[in-house]
Nanobody, 121 residues
Framework: QVQLVESGGGLVQAGGSLRLSCAASGLFFSSYAMGWFRQAPGKEREFVAAISRRSGTIYYADSVKGRFTISRDNAKNTVYLQMNSLKPEDTAVYYC??????????????WGQGTQVTVSS
């Protein structure tokens, strides 16, 4: 049974930083690309960042480029999202997801339950 468990969300002031983690189990982690998505209230889920199996390919949404960094540690079965210079518009539930090939599209195979990030102005 595949499980993706996000952690690290919380409340932070604008300009602050948070580091999200996503621990994976039940899959051969290094064989899967990983992605981060987010969904704000009343909005559709949107792509944030994605990383290929060996970190050779990385994508970012334009809205987070230069502020967020995705990384992974295959030895720990974990993917990270370092978020700096946070803005109120970054407020959302953040989800990690996995699929066999990295993509910015929404069609990932497995999803976590999400972690809330709230940025106050």
């Amino acid at each position: 049974q595949v499980q993706l468990v996000e952690s690290g969300g919380g409340l932070v002031q604008a300009g602050g930083s948070l580091r999200l983690s996503c621990a994976a189990s039940g899959l051969f982690f290094s064989s899967y690309a990983m992605g981060w998505f987010r969904q704000a209230p009343g909005k559709e889920r949107e792509f944030v960042a994605a990383i290929s199996r060996r970190s050779g390919t990385i994508y970012y949404a334009d809205s987070v480029k230069g502020r967020f960094t995705i990384s992974r540690d295959n030895a720990k079965n974990t993917v990270y999202l370092q978020m700096n210079s946070l803005k109120p518009e970054d407020t959302a539930v953040y989800y990690c997801a996995s699929r066999s090939v990295v993509t910015t599209q929404n069609d990932y195979d497995y999803w976590g339950q999400g972690t809330q990030v709230t940025v106050s102005s």
